[in-house]
């Protein structure tokens, strides 16, 4: 039997994680689509630092405190959930989705932050127990991680057979593999260690925080700048390589824009 100690060592270096002890998942299905969440344990970790090809540090690090436990989509938002709350009907018939219609399980795209801020209104409005809302950027990283410091909640490189990315563009971050062109059905890779999928691809997710630089010193439950003109979107896709898909990676939009690799997904709370 493999000794305790060298368990431990063999998976801090291979994987980043903080302890040997895998955390048990919990897991909550809300009542109106059916959508499932993952309980994000509160606690603190170094948010930031992605690294340049130098060796610099594009993104300052800094030590980010969650003060409360919160419940995080376990996957992306489906065409088909997206559907029951806003209909059939193309919102962006300028600039249509290129996969609507194509598998119910697919992140649903082509959307702007503020076609996201619609769907949780009305989400909001027929939900009688439960609240939505988008995660801040300190929450999606720090789920996004896991209890790691690794470039992926998996390690140090990223291929194929972990996430839906585009693996033909080189980088010292993924090995070589295929470029799908099109999202993958939600949960088809294997989950991150606290049970989220597709953290890393498949879609750009939005997060609620206006662009700003990062701050250098300690933060507890930062929500980013109070106005901005770029919002954020976290986690890479399938159109780009594996450097975007890193945990610590942040890029920007404009929120009255859409993209077909952008999505969400979203935080879940229980009403007073």
């Not at 290129?98 to 801020?117: A, Q």
């Not at 990223?158 to 059905?185: C, I, M, Q, R, W």
Request: glycine share 8%.
């Amino acid at each position: 039997m493999i000794n305790r100690t060298i368990l431990l060592i063999i998976l801090i270096i291979s994987g980043g994680l903080v302890s040997c002890e895998k955390r048990p998942v919990s897991t909550m299905k809300e009542p109106v689509l059916g959508m499932e969440f993952i309980l994000i344990p509160k606690g603190s970790f170094k948010m930031g630092g992605l690294e340049n090809d130098d060796g610099t540090m594009s993104e300052t690090q800094h030590e980010v405190t969650l003060s409360k436990d919160f419940w995080l989509g376990k996957t992306e938002v489906t065409q088909n959930q997206w559907q029951q709350i806003m209909g059939t009907q193309e919102i962006h018939p300028e600039k249509p989705s290129p996969f609507r219609g194509d598998h119910p399980e697919y992140p649903v795209v082509s959307i702007s932050y503020f076609d996201v801020e619609r769907f949780l209104d009305k989400l909001n409005e027929v939900s009688h127990a439960y609240h939505f809302r988008l995660p801040t950027e300190a929450e999606w990283e720090y789920a996004c991680r896991a209890g790691t410091t690794t470039p992926f909640s998996h390690g140090s490189i990223l291929d194929d057979t972990l996430a839906n990315f585009n693996a033909k563009v080189p980088s010292k971050y993924a090995a070589s593999g295929k470029f799908l062109e099109h999202p993958t059905p939600v949960a088809f890779y294997a989950p991150n260690p606290w049970g989220l999928y597709d953290m890393h691809g498949n879609v750009w997710e939005w997060v609620s925080d206006w662009h700003g630089p990062y701050a250098k010193e300690k933060l507890t439950d930062p929500e980013g700048p109070a106005y901005g003109k770029e919002k954020i979107i976290r986690g890479g896709s399938w159109f780009f390589g594996a450097d975007h898909a890193r945990s610590a990676n942040r890029r920007t939009h404009e929120p009255k824009l859409w993209g077909f690799s952008i999505g969400f997904r979203i935080v879940c709370e229980k009403k007073n």
